[in-house]
């Protein structure tokens, strides 16, 4: 997404504000002081690995928890006493959660016969909505008749039929085979696009987060870590936390004698010193975060970093391999590099490796 476009969204009227919510189980405190806004026709995702909180702020959302402190307002107002059903929220379920008895026509007409909808706009929106998920010849097929993918793209129409102030998707791709999550991916993306609806999407997988999201908040012991566009939390994350789950990062120690300089920091390796952006705030328990894909076995250009390495392992992973290294000044890597680059390196050789300090961050 370009900046122009992400300002525009995100100078819109919130749609949905979290408003320093807290929610505790006992002595656990599962969501801590969390704030944000979701603009209108925007696609927020909560990313964050079990137990990190995130769901735990949908079901708030929703109306199926209360937040011990804090707000939740919809369109400006406050949802403490409205029940779910007086929310105008959809809502799509991980396990589909169709009536097995109605046929996919009637599942998504659910909502609308509840609303009192007049029977021939139900029936035009039915159909408008089978169209929209691509599904226009199985309106009169039972749930059990359809794929994976086909069933969650009927509670995907089910939830949006009533034009909901806020569409709200909890780990809906995590039934699914790999495949399957790919289609239905291109398949959210291109309803998102042509509804404009607003989106909370919750979700453990990065890949995910990234190809979907217009802004991506991170989840970590029930605090949002990271909260930006997915190039920028990619390119820039804030904290270690946030490099290990968006880039699979090294968080390689700091040398003694590490400086930090405002949002740099020198550091000296292998006798020279060399520049890195940083976010960190001290040098004690910062980390250099270097991602996987910053590490070359090859030359790449006069201002890369290139260090001594012995390789311990050599994994293929397809298009691309896993090398396992142990170096001279910054400890054990961990390097994906072309297949191309793999094809004679002998495990406990020793070898120069080039490491693009551009790519890498100082985080705490």
Known sequence: MTPDVAQTKTSRRP???????????????AVDDVSLSLAEGEFLTFLGQSGSGKTTVLKIIAGFETCDDGAVRIAGTDMARKPPRDRDIGMVFQNYALFPHMSVADNI????????WPAERRRARVRQMLE????????????????????????LARALACEPQLLLMDEPLGALDRALRLDLEQEIRRIHR?????????????????ALSDRIAVFHAGRVVGLDEPAQLYERPPTGYVAR????????????????????????????????RSTATRTAGARLAVPRTSISLQPQHEGCLTVE???????????????????????SLIAHVPMHQTSDRIIGETLRIHIDPARCQVVI
């Open 245 to 276: 789950l968006l880039t699979d990062a090294n968080l390689a120690e700091l040398p003694d004698g590490t400086a930090l300089r405002g949002d740099v920091a020198d550091i000296v390796l292998g006798g020279r010193t060399v520049r890195f």
């Open 109 to 116: 007409a659910y909502g609308l016969r509840r609303r009192k």
């Open 194 to 210: 042509s509804t404009g609806c607003s989106v909370v999407y919750v979700t453990h997988d990065r890949d995910e987060a990234l």
């Open 309 to 331: 390495a012995r390789v311990d392992d050599v994994v293929f992973l397809g298009e691309h391999a896993r090398i396992d290294l142990d170096t001279t000044v910054l400890g």
């Open 15 to 29: 749609r949905l504000e979290l408003d320093r919510i807290t929610k505790r189980y006992g002595k656990v405190t």
């Open 132 to 155: 929209l998920v691509r599904l226009a010849e199985l309106g009169g097929r039972s749930p059990r008749e359809l794929s994976g993918g086909q069933q969650q793209r009927v509670a």
